[in-house]
């Protein structure tokens, strides 16, 4: 049979730029959000949060912005550096009745030249 | 840092033979998932596990696929008759009890293939 596999949109950056990752979500009833990295080989590794009563929240060198109004995440990295590179999920909190279960989004594989 | 950790990290069967893919979550967590990662697609939600009982399971998590958690550390996930469509990367996962300054921490995955 045919073997359709997903090809994940790709972010080629240089060293030191700053980068913006894309996610658009499903549900417009999510109330929380959550940024994962996922190097080569390795399970999803938690990056930053933010919940639906805010529009922007700031880590270390992160920075993820919310647009409700057109379902929309944003994930910023500034000075990206090489070990930035890896495949970003973004995830939607889908549980039900005051549970968690994040889902995750289709991914985007960030390239950081040096 | 705590660190969920996974056995085996890969595994090859026969298609039909059963496989249990184990986890031992962070010590202190409450809640438990399964997930799995088919090559190059995305992380799919298996089951969530919660006071010794499935909280929730998507529709991935059928009849073939049963969690346990046989004592107090391990995580246990059984795929009773493999088929070649469950090669993929199984993830585990726990976190604690409250979300908000909480996360979701993953283990490194059990890489399983169907032959």
């Known amino acids: 049979g045919e073997n359709v596999g997903l090809h994940l949109p790709t972010l080629s950056v240089q060293e030191g730029d700053n980068s913006i990752i894309n996610c658009a979500y499903s549900n417009s009833a999510s109330d929380y959000f959550i940024w994962y990295k996922q190097e080569s080989g390795k399970g999803p590794q938690f990056i930053i949060d933010?919940?639906?009563?805010?529009d922007k929240r700031q880590g270390q060198r992160v920075t993820v912005l919310l647009n409700k109004t057109v379902k929309h995440l944003s994930l910023q990295i500034a000075a990206t550096q090489p070990g930035d590179s890896a495949v970003y999920f973004c995830a939607e909190n889908m549980g039900s009745g005051g549970s968690y279960i994040p889902t995750f989004g289709r991914g985007t594989s960030l390239i950081v030249h040096p | 840092e705590p660190e969920v950790t996974q056995t085996p990290s890969h595994q090859v069967t026969q298609m039909g033979q059963e496989v249990i893919l184990r986890c031992v979550p962070i010590s202190n967590h409450l809640y438990f998932y399964w997930y799995r990662q088919i090559l190059g697609q995305k992380v799919e939600f298996l089951v969530s596990?919660?006071?010794?009982?499935?909280?929730?399971k998507s529709e991935i998590f059928d009849d073939q696929f049963s969690v346990e958690r046989p004592d107090g550390s391990n995580f246990t996930l059984k795929i009773r008759s493999t088929k070649l469509e469950d090669s993929a990367m199984y993830f585990c996962?726990?976190?604690?009890?409250?979300?908000?300054?909480?996360?979701?921490?993953f283990g490194e995955g059990s890489w399983l293939t169907v032959v």
């Open positions: 996962a726990s976190r604690d009890r409250d979300i908000s300054g909480n996360t979701i921490y």
């Open positions: 596990f919660y006071n010794n009982e499935i909280s929730e």
């Open positions: 933010i919940r639906s009563n805010m």
